[in-house]
Nanobody, 121 residues
C-alpha cells in the first residue's frame, strides 16, 4: 500500500508564506514525477507545480516567481513553498505522484487527501 499525506495548509493573511509538505509512505520502489494541484470551490483542479525525478520543475503562470517546489528523495517527501500568498490562492491543495511500488508491473498515479489553504485579504 502506498499513501500520500499532505500537511502545512492553514488560514493566513495575504502576503504570508506557507510551506506545504507531501510525504509518501508504503512499499515504494521509485517515485517518478510529483505534482501539486489545487481546486478552488466551483473550479476545476489545476496543476500548480511539478517536479521530475531528475529535479526539473514547472509552474503554473499564476504562481511562477513566488513558489518553489522541491523534493527530498531520501524522505520521499515533496514540498511546495508559496510566498506572497493572494486570496486567489485559496483552494484545497493536493499532491499527486507517479509511484512504482514493489511487486507492481508498472507505476501508477496516487493522490493525497488534500490540505486546505485559505488566504484572507
Amino acid at each position: 500500500q502506498v499513501q500520500l499525506v499532505e500537511s502545512g495548509g492553514g488560514l493566513v493573511q495575504a502576503g504570508a508564506t506557507l510551506r506545504l509538505s507531501c510525504a509518501a509512505s508504503g512499499s515504494i520502489r521509485r517515485i517518478n514525477d510529483i505534482g501539486w494541484y489545487r481546486q478552488a470551490p466551483g473550479k476545476q483542479r489545476e496543476l500548480v507545480a511539478a517536479i521530475t525525478s531528475g529535479g526539473n520543475t514547472k509552474y503554473a503562470d499564476s504562481v511562477k516567481g513566488r513558489s518553489t517546489i522541491s523534493r527530498d528523495n531520501v524522505k520521499n517527501t515533496v514540498y511546495l513553498q508559496m510566498n506572497s500568498l493572494k486570496p486567489e490562492d485559496t483552494a484545497v491543495y493536493y499532491c499527486n505522484a507517479d509511484i512504482w511500488s514493489w511487486g507492481a508491473m508498472n507505476s501508477r498515479q496516487y493522490w493525497g487527501q488534500g490540505t486546505q489553504v485559505t488566504v484572507s485579504s
